[in-house]
């Protein structure tokens, strides 16, 4: 019967969009770690930190191109999936305001040009981010996490990220191939978005976009654009604000420290969301009770791992810097050691938004904790790096993320007081 029940367990969908989005975030982290070691030995410094600066600019305008909807509509999907027609309307409007946050991102994109000195001596730079941006906003993830098959996302993002791990050993071979490095990933974010769009397109019947339509799915992802934007500002936008204020040495060496804290916090926070959609759906059955014993469960599970993961790296940090980056960035080890206590705090916060706020409804306490953080993060960061340097930086996050996890436990407290 324990074997029947294991195996039952293991086959449950909620297990293995788990353990897929787990190969997602392999993919989307830990494989350019493997690609980070050659980098960071081939590429001389300066140049290994512009290519940080080009990606971290990435990732906001992906942030902006996907306006919250790996949530909002991954909920939307969730509960229309069993609809065919209200489905293929739910993603014709997604999809159409993608299209039009994708001419905003490229507009501020273009507005930026004059106005930062790392874009205006390397133009080039610029557009390479607004490119990957763009392809990284419109991969369908919310598409697959709604209907709760998340294997298509997790082979396709490997296999797009593997194929730019191989070209890049293969063809990056000078310190100044800055953008034949960019150029790769830009083509493996086109391989990945567009097969998965086909994919999602042999699933749902295909449906023109409408205005009113698009409107409404910008309207319903508004509050959680603001929530997940200040999100990926805070967690992902410190090399681009870095390289506002110091050299892109030095941006190196930090960004080498928080790529591997990050990469681990990603990989556990993507799989505690692979649990968001059974816990909305069973909010909104009225089944509390099972969903407050699976958010409890999801607590203990991925909170106990983050917080052995902080430890052994702790542990390990100089054999980790040394192994990835070599010995030209001894100075990240101690660093890594102070980020280490992000990864148990990011996950905690993780959960307690995505299996008990978000769930409920408390979308404007996520996002109002969030937006607060992220404009803690930047002031913070900017004023340690030029007054304190890098170590007060790596302190810097970490009172940041304390303030999320904290923010997020008073939103809960009210929240039961409320029930009460």
């Given at each position: 019967?324990?074997?029947?029940?294991?195996?039952?367990?293991?086959?449950?969908?909620?297990?293995?969009?788990?353990?897929?989005?787990?190969?997602?975030?392999?993919?989307?982290?830990?494989?350019?770690?493997?690609?980070?070691?050659?980098?960071?030995?081939?590429?001389?410094?300066?140049?290994?930190?512009?290519?940080?600066?080009?990606?971290?600019?990435?990732?906001?305008?992906?942030?902006?191109?996907?306006?919250?909807?790996?949530?909002?509509?991954?909920?939307?999907?969730?509960?229309?999936?069993?609809?065919?027609?209200?489905?293929?309307?739910?993603?014709?409007?997604?999809?159409?305001?993608?299209?039009?946050?994708?001419?905003?991102?490229?507009?501020?994109?273009?507005?930026?040009?004059?106005?930062?000195?790392?874009?205006?001596?390397?133009?080039?730079?610029?557009?390479?981010?607004?490119?990957?941006?763009?392809?990284?906003?419109?991969?369908?993830?919310?598409?697959?996490?709604?209907?709760?098959?998340?294997?298509?996302?997790?082979?396709?993002?490997?296999?797009?990220?593997?194929?730019?791990?191989?070209?890049?050993?293969?063809?990056?071979?000078?310190?100044?191939?800055?953008?034949?490095?960019?150029?790769?990933?830009v083509l493996a974010a086109a391989a990945s978005a567009g097969g998965l769009t086909v994919l999602m397109f042999r699933r749902v019947a295909p449906a023109l976009p409408t205005l009113g339509g698009c409107r409404e799915a910008l309207r319903r992802g508004r509050t959680l654009f603001?929530?997940?934007?200040?999100?990926?500002?805070?967690?992902?936008?410190?090399?681009?604000?870095?390289?506002?204020?110091?050299?892109?040495?030095?941006?190196?060496?930090?960004?080498?420290?928080?790529?591997?804290?990050?990469?681990?916090?990603?990989?556990?926070?993507?799989?505690?969301?692979?649990?968001?959609?059974?816990?909305?759906?069973?909010?909104?059955?009225?089944?509390?009770?099972?969903?407050?014993?699976?958010?409890?469960?999801?607590?203990?599970?991925?909170?106990?791992?983050?917080?052995?993961?902080?430890?052994?790296?702790?542990?390990?940090?100089?054999?980790?810097?040394?192994?990835?980056?070599?010995?030209?960035?001894?100075?990240?080890?101690?660093?890594?050691?102070?980020?280490?206590?992000?990864?148990?705090?990011?996950?905690?916060?993780?959960?307690?938004?995505?299996?008990?706020?978000?769930?409920?409804?408390?979308?404007?306490?996520?996002?109002?904790?969030?937006?607060?953080?992220?404009?803690?993060?930047?002031?913070?960061?900017?004023?340690?790096?030029?007054?304190?340097?890098?170590?007060?930086?790596?302190?810097?996050?970490?009172?940041?993320?304390?303030?999320?996890?904290?923010?997020?436990?008073?939103?809960?407290?009210?929240?039961?007081?409320?029930?009460?």
């Amino acid at each position: 019967m324990r074997l029947d029940a294991l195996r039952s367990a293991i086959r449950h969908p909620i297990t293995q969009n788990v353990l897929a989005l787990g190969t997602v975030q392999v993919a989307v982290t830990v494989v350019p770690l493997i690609t980070l070691p050659y980098l960071a030995r081939v590429l001389d410094r300066s140049h290994f930190g512009l290519v940080v600066f080009a990606q971290t600019f990435s990732f906001l305008v992906a942030l902006v191109v996907e306006y919250g909807f790996n949530l909002s509509a991954t909920r939307d999907v969730a509960r229309r999936r069993q609809d065919p027609a209200e489905l293929a309307r739910t993603v014709a409007s997604v999809q159409g305001a993608k299209l039009l946050l994708a001419g905003l991102a490229t507009a501020l994109g273009l507005a930026l040009w004059p106005a930062v000195p790392i874009f205006r001596h390397a133009p080039e730079l610029l557009a390479y981010g607004v490119a990957l941006g763009i392809l990284q906003g419109f991969v369908p993830v919310w598409f697959f996490l709604g209907i709760e098959r998340a294997r298509p996302v997790a082979l396709a993002e490997l296999t797009s990220r593997l194929a730019a791990l191989a070209l890049i050993v293969v063809f990056v071979r000078h310190k100044r191939d800055t953008d034949l490095v960019l150029a790769f990933y830009v083509l493996a974010a086109a391989a990945s978005a567009g097969g998965l769009t086909v994919l999602m397109f042999r699933r749902v019947a295909p449906a023109l976009p409408t205005l009113g339509g698009c409107r409404e799915a910008l309207r319903r992802g508004r509050t959680l654009f603001a929530g997940t934007g200040a999100t990926a500002f805070y967690t992902g936008a410190n090399a681009f604000l870095l390289g506002l204020v110091i050299s892109t040495s030095q941006v190196a060496i930090f960004a080498s420290a928080e790529k591997i804290v990050r990469a681990a916090t990603r990989v556990l926070g993507l799989m505690v969301q692979a649990v968001y959609p059974r816990a909305s759906v069973l909010v909104s059955r009225g089944d509390t009770g099972r969903a407050q014993r699976l958010s409890l469960v999801s607590l203990l599970i991925f909170g106990g791992a983050a917080l052995a993961g902080a430890g052994l790296l702790a542990l390990l940090a100089p054999t980790v810097v040394h192994v990835v980056f070599g010995s030209r960035f001894d100075a990240a080890i101690p660093l890594l050691r102070i980020l280490s206590l992000v990864i148990p705090l990011n996950v905690v916060g993780v959960v307690l938004s995505a299996q008990w706020l978000l769930p409920r409804g408390r979308d404007r306490r996520v996002t109002t904790v969030l937006i607060a953080a992220c404009v803690l993060n930047a002031a913070l960061v900017i004023t340690a790096a030029k007054a304190s340097g890098l170590h007060a930086t790596a302190w810097a996050l970490v009172v940041v993320e304390s303030f999320v996890v904290a923010g997020y436990g008073l939103g809960l407290r009210r929240f039961a007081k409320q029930q009460h």
